[in-house]
């Protein structure tokens, strides 16, 4: 599998695709084409997150206002229970994001 692959027709949803099984580690592939978290919707995960983004480009958003610009090559470390939300991602190219989900941080 190469992570550039897109499929031939993207759906209107975002894609989020499981590159390797959950095995205390979870890695994947998210294509995004102009998504974005809901209204008033805050990720809380269980999990600590490292994202990078492979294409195009990301807006993390924090709770206390703060904005994180992602652009291709850029990586964030999300620590577990710190609540951010996406505020944008590009459409063309697609954001293609890799996310690896687990007990990351050790000190957030």
Partial sequence: MNLFDLPKILPEEELFETLLPDQGVLIER???TGQVSPPDFWYD???D???AVLQ???VLQWENG???RLLAGDWA???AHKRHRVSYTSKQ???IWLAVHGRL???P
């Fill in 49 to 51: 997150e490292w994202v």
């Fill in 105 to 107: 941080v050790l000190n």
């Fill in 30 to 32: 998210i294509i995004s």
């Fill in 93 to 95: 190219p697609p954001c």
């Fill in 56 to 58: 195009g480009e990301a």
């Fill in 45 to 47: 995960q269980e999990r």
């Fill in 77 to 79: 470390c999300i620590p």
């Fill in 66 to 68: 703060s904005e994180q």
